[in-house]
């Protein structure tokens, strides 16, 4: 597990360093209320992307461990991007229809226009790398991953120089980003005119929306639950104060929900894999110590966001956003954790048990509250109001997901892992408490290193995650294999 979750590395850190280096260009090129209409625009693509595509990838992975056994992978690949092509084709009329309907403001109309082809692109990168993360093909996921990040930027930041500071530079950037990732995969693409695919099976194309149209029901609950507050920020409180909030969730979400990702990337087909070779037992106790490994990480990069919130705020954003950001960070690394552990470990309780359509009884109450909470406190409390709102509703869907999704799959999880993880942060916490560095890059640095370092050597002395048994182990089987060679 170790092993694939470090090969996997690549393809978190590039597009976190990538995701740093667009918060510091983007919040000096542009106000904050230009970035403000650029979050509200990509909020929405990514509402969509989410609600309508995150499904199908999810439902592949679920079902290629046991097509490998059956020796039907090419079936099942035509069956899945036949699919996405016809929900493609689906959301392209749709949306078509509707900006002849819908009266879209001057400044949103190209933003809107590119993102219809941004949607799609993107959900096709997504729906490719599933494939690759499913079929252990680490190399080739990490090099597309990386190269969607870095071109997406460097798109991005020549196209607000071409055509203008406006949202619909960053949006072109993004979407010639996603072409030419994910036509990198073309013989995925053209998975159901491949002759080895045979004809399309209906059963089991009936299987796979079967299982699919649940999710679609929960990720579009999930994402309203995620976003709904940027939406009305936007609307109740104006495009500055949600560049703000947007800048300071960016910060936050990006590095977490990559950190969470590279776990879950390396885990989840794992798991899947142990289900259909070894049985639900054996499946319940790997979902266990997938969950200890992502603590052992998330955890420490969430509080350590928080401690570190001012250096964050003085280094990496510009002078207009400075204050506002500082003063969201810690609320939103709370929010990052609570939402990382639900949706890439919690949630995967319903996917194992073949019941995601209960996700909704968590994530269904917790929208309706955060959008009834945030209608009455964003006009009075503004961004920080919201912020405040967002990490109690994540963190009782966190809480309530926990007690049905193990009540369906009980997931083995030792209550001493989950304790030497939370002590293994004190530490850190306590030094960064105590230790003030300067408000540069140099003193951020200083605070990233005192707190990695002591993090790592407390994790490693209460062995938290089996890491130091691990370390001991792959140590004595590599002396061992040495003894022969100097006899030699």
Not at 42 to 57: D, E, I, K, M, R
Not at 207 to 218: D, F, G, R, T, W
Not at 249 to 261: D, F, G, H, K, W
């Amino acid at each position: 597990m170790y092993r694939q979750i470090i090969g996997y590395i690549p393809s978190n850190v590039i597009p976190a360093l990538v995701s740093v280096l667009m918060i510091y260009a983007y919040t000096r090129l542009l106000s904050p209320e230009a970035f403000g209409s650029y979050s509200y625009v990509f909020s929405a693509v990514l509402l969509l992307q989410t609600s309508l595509f995150y499904a199908l990838p999810i439902a592949l992975m679920r079902f290629f461990p046991g097509a490998a056994l059956a020796g039907r992978q090419e079936g099942l690949l035509k069956e899945t991007y036949v699919l996405f092509y016809a929900m493609g084709l689906a959301v392209v009329a749709v949306g078509v229809g509707a900006s002849f309907v819908l009266p879209l403001p001057p400044e949103y109309r190209a933003a809107a226009w590119l993102a219809m082809p941004m949607l799609l692109f993107r959900s096709l990168v997504q729906l490719n790398q599933a494939v690759n993360r499913s079929a252990n093909r680490m190399g080739r996921f990490n090099t597309i991953e990386c190269l969607h990040a870095v071109l997406g930027f460097g798109l991005g930041i020549a196209a607000l120089f071409v055509i203008g500071h406006g949202p619909e530079a960053i949006v072109l950037g993004l979407t010639l980003a996603a072409v030419v990732c994910s036509a990198l995969d073309v013989k995925l693409l053209v998975s159901p005119l491949r002759p080895g695919a045979g004809p399309l099976d209906r059963a089991e194309l009936l299987n796979l929306v079967e299982y699919a149209s649940p999710l679609v029901a929960v990720a579009a609950t999930s994402m309203i639950l995620q976003n709904s507050d940027r939406f009305l920020i936007g609307s109740l409180a104006g495009a500055g104060m949600l560049g703000i909030y947007a800048v300071a969730y960016n910060l936050v979400e990006r590095p977490t929900t990559l950190i969470c990702a590279s776990i879950s990337t390396a885990t989840f087909p794992l798991v899947v894999q142990v289900l259909e070779h070894r049985g639900r037992e054996a499946a319940r106790i790997q979902a266990g110590r997938n969950g200890i490994a992502l603590l052992a990480v998330t955890l420490p990069a969430c509080v350590g966001l928080a401690l570190t919130a001012d250096y964050i705020a003085a280094s990496l954003v510009g002078p207009d956003f400075r204050q506002g950001v500082a003063a969201l960070i810690p609320i939103m690394s709370f929010t990052a954790l609570a939402r990382g552990l639900r949706a890439h470990f919690v949630d995967h309780a319903f996917h194992l048990s073949g019941r995601p359509l209960l996700m909704l009884w968590t994530y269904g109450p917790a929208t309706v509250l955060n959008i009834a909470l945030n209608i009455y406190i964003v006009p009075r409390y503004g961004m920080m109001g919201a912020a405040w709102t967002a990490l109690v509703c994540q963190g009782t869907t966190a809480v309530g997901g926990w007690f049905l999704g193990t009540s369906l799959f009980p997931v083995w999880l030792p209550p001493g892992q989950v304790a030497a993880c939370i002590l293994a942060v004190v530490p850190m916490s306590a030094a960064l408490m105590l230790f003030h560095f300067p408000l540069d890059w140099a003193g951020l640095s200083a605070a990233i290193s005192l707190g990695g370092l002591l993090y790592l050597v407390t994790a490693a002395a209460l062995n938290v995650g089996g890491v130091r048994s691990a370390g001991l182990k792959a140590l004595r089987a590599r002396l061992r294999a040495g003894v022969p060679a100097l006899m030699d």
